[in-house]
Structures are given as structure tokens and as C-alpha cells.
């Protein structure tokens, strides 16, 4: 009796302290998060940008999630962090599966279309939005 009685507190203890752990685990990984979306201000509406990307945040290896529809990048020394979807198409790829760098970007003041013309001479026409919308990115 006292065995199993050992054997369910011993349970209970080892499942709190697991979940203890994953809470932390996703706390501290939301506050790194949030700490570099910082230093990437989002690109708005009334903001222009033309110039070519000289580095792109890789969300893999610095373990965070990567959202195919966000993108933190450096476009001529400024850092700016751009969510936006391909306007159309079967697909409809995110900014994260298109740029790289070395690509240019143009994006107009008070226009939501930005432009990305590929190192190899493809262009993609991409929707800026004000916040990641959840459709499984």
C-alpha cells in the first residue's frame, strides 16, 4: 500500500517537474524572441525601403520558429523585420522562402506591394501585412 502510494508521488513529482521545464523552456525562448523582433522594427505602411539585403536572420539556427511569412533582414545597414505573402499563385510562397541575400528590394511609401528582383533576375511581387495572421506558416 505505502509502495504504491510512493509510486504515485513519485509520478506526480516527476510530471511537475517536467512540466516546470517546458514552461521555462518556452518563456525563455519567447523573451529571446521578443528581444530580437526588437531590434527589427517592423516595416509599416507608410515606410519605404530600396536597397539590397546584406544579411537574413536564420530562425534554425539560432532555435526559434521560422515563420515563412516573416523575415528579419539588413537592407542598406538598417534592420527591419517584414511580414509579407506572395500576392498570388498555387502556392502563394512567404518572404522567408523567397529573399536571400544579395536580392533587391523595393518597397513604395504608403503601398503594401513589395518588390523583390533575385540575384538571377526572378521577380516575386509580395502582400506586406501589419501582423502574422495563423494559415499553418
Excluded: H
Excluded at 82 to 99: H, T
Excluded at 125 to 137: M, T
Amino acid at each position: 500500500m505505502k509502495e504504491k502510494r510512493l509510486n504515485r508521488i513519485a509520478t506526480v513529482i516527476f510530471i511537475i517537474v517536467i512540466l516546470s521545464v517546458a514552461i521555462y523552456n518556452t518563456r525563455k525562448g519567447d523573451k529571446e524572441a521578443a528581444a530580437i523582433y526588437k531590434e527589427y522594427p517592423l516595416i509599416k505602411v507608410e515606410d519605404s525601403i530600396q536597397g539590397n539585403v546584406s544579411y537574413k536572420f536564420d530562425f534554425k539556427a539560432n532555435r526559434l520558429r521560422d515563420f515563412s511569412s516573416v523575415s528579419l533582414l539588413v537592407i542598406n545597414d538598417n534592420k527591419c523585420s517584414i511580414i509579407a505573402d506572395e500576392a498570388y499563385g498555387p502556392r502563394k510562397p512567404g518572404i522567408n522562402d523567397v529573399i536571400s541575400v544579395g536580392d533587391s528590394v523595393l518597397k513604395k511609401s504608403n503601398n503594401d506591394t513589395i518588390n523583390i528582383l533575385k540575384k538571377d533576375g526572378r521577380k516575386y511581387v509580395l502582400l506586406r501585412r501589419d501582423k502574422l495572421v495563423p494559415n499553418g506558416d
